[in-house]
């Protein structure tokens, strides 16, 4: 792979030593690992090759993005997007002119791998639909938040700029308007909203890895290697497949009918988002084993700006109105986010990374989650009765689209010029 990246965009990664082994990367689990006391991840870490090829992963961005990426300051930021957007809608044959770069990128993206089942995305799509309309605004903050623990795998967060409430709110925006188009029907198929989305997230990831890697005085590549690295993608890309896949490994190590195609869809997003095939199995085991060796294999490290960066997220306002009506719903999902967060990483850790959840939080989980659990098991029981379907899932398109346009176009770009230099 270092090879590859080498060929590929040559200069990104030409004069980087891709053979380092950067202080982020461990080979044994040490006192400040998640995952230190798990035999079966003591295992993994004992077969050299596998370590090895995961030591690579860690250096290993996104080649392709990167290489165009790289061209974007020569070519200017205005005629780069302008072709990126028009590839992205109509195909890159559609595009005169555009740079080996981007021809080579976006051939990549347009060739949908011979193991897609658009049937199985599709009907994914379809099941998440409901799920997002009601839901999709209560659990955005607490996702974000979950990659901020660690210092090695937050730092470009830290460095672009992340740290207000206004560019939290941004990140958000720009990062979960993916997911939630992707639920949209046909919006993974070429040309579609969720597809050009992932592309333009792809490019701007590209965007932050090269120009981190040109500023060694704030980006030390012996230290974090690689800037948001194929390992740190999978939390965000993959993290319902993981626990989807625990949860088929508990059951016979199959997944269900709903599952599977959640899985399809899931691993489709991220081959465009440029992930490794390394990434991409529909298998269980090998699923819960690439997301240990992730685990496993990264240095822990608190940085205290991870605090600001929760503090940042936690408080982001993302409603679009001052309503009294808006300012409750805010502090709801405020408070809400603080609870299922020290749920979800203990109350040690959670105040390390200064969210104090006081036990009135609870109270506001429960009225807000409780209303959207009534309404998802009652409209999913409504979608059973065949004549119901097609309105109740009419009803959450609609409210996905809401969503969205409250939320505004996201920008998918990053300045340079802004970073925390």
């Known amino acids: 792979m270092s090879k590859l990246q080498k060929t590929i965009a040559p200069a990104v990664y030409g004069e980087l030593d891709l053979d380092c082994t950067p202080e982020r990367f461990r080979t044994k689990l040490g006192e400040n690992s998640i995952v230190k006391d798990n035999p079966r991840i003591q295992a993994l870490l004992a077969d050299t090759d596998k370590v090895e090829f995961f030591r690579q992963l860690t250096l290993m961005g996104d080649p392709l993005a990167d290489a165009f990426a790289a061209r974007i300051p020569e070519m200017g930021y205005k005629k780069a997007r302008a072709m990126l957007d028009k590839a992205a809608e109509k195909g890159i044959d559609t595009v005169p002119d555009a740079p080996k770069e981007l021809v080579d990128l976006m051939r990549s993206v347009e060739t949908v791998p011979d193991w897609v089942d658009w049937t199985k995305i599709e009907k994914a799509s379809e099941n998440a639909r409901l799920l997002t309309a009601l ?39 720009e990062t979960i308007s993916t997911f939630k188009l992707a639920t949209l029907p046909g919006a993974l198929r070429r040309g579609g909203e969720a597809y050009q989305s992932a592309v333009k997230v792809r490019v701007m990831h590209a965007m932050v890895r090269t120009s981190l890697l040109k500023r060694q005085q704030v980006w030390d590549f012996n230290v974090y290697g690689t800037p948001i690295p194929q390992v740190d993608q999978m939390g965000a890309a993959l993290g319902f497949n993981y626990m989807m896949s625990l949860h088929a490994l508990k059951n016979g190590g199959k997944f269900t009918e709903y599952e599977t195609c959640a899985v399809e869809q899931a691993r489709y997003l991220a081959h465009l988002l440029g992930m490794h095939d390394q990434f991409l199995s529909n298998d269980p085991k090998q699923i819960v084993e690439t997301w240990n060796l992730c685990q496993a294999t990264l240095r822990h490290k608190h940085d205290e700006r991870g605090r600001d960066l929760n503090s940042a997220t936690v408080n982001a306002y993302r409603r679009k109105g001052k309503h009294w009506y808006d300012r409750l719903i805010h502090k709801l999902d405020v408070q809400s986010t603080r609870f299922m967060y020290t749920k979800m990483v203990g109350k040690r850790t959670a105040e390390a990374m200064g969210v104090h959840s006081p036990p009135s939080d609870a109270l506001s989980f429960a009225a807000l989650f409780a209303p959207i ?49």
Do not use: C, H, W
């Open 373 to 421: 659990g009534v309404g998802f098991g009652a409209l999913t029981g409504l979608k059973k009765i065949a004549t119901s379907r097609t309105l109740i899932d009419r009803y959450a398109i609609a409210a996905i689209q809401r969503q969205l346009a409250k939320e505004g176009e996201a920008e998918y770009r990053t300045n340079a010029a802004e970073y925390n230099l």
């Open 135 to 173: 839901a999709g605004e209560a659990i955005i903050r607490v996702a974000f938040m979950m990659t901020y623990v660690n210092g090695y795998q937050g730092l470009p967060m830290v460095i672009t700029g992340a740290l207000t409430s206004d560019s939290a709110a941004k990140r958000m925006k």
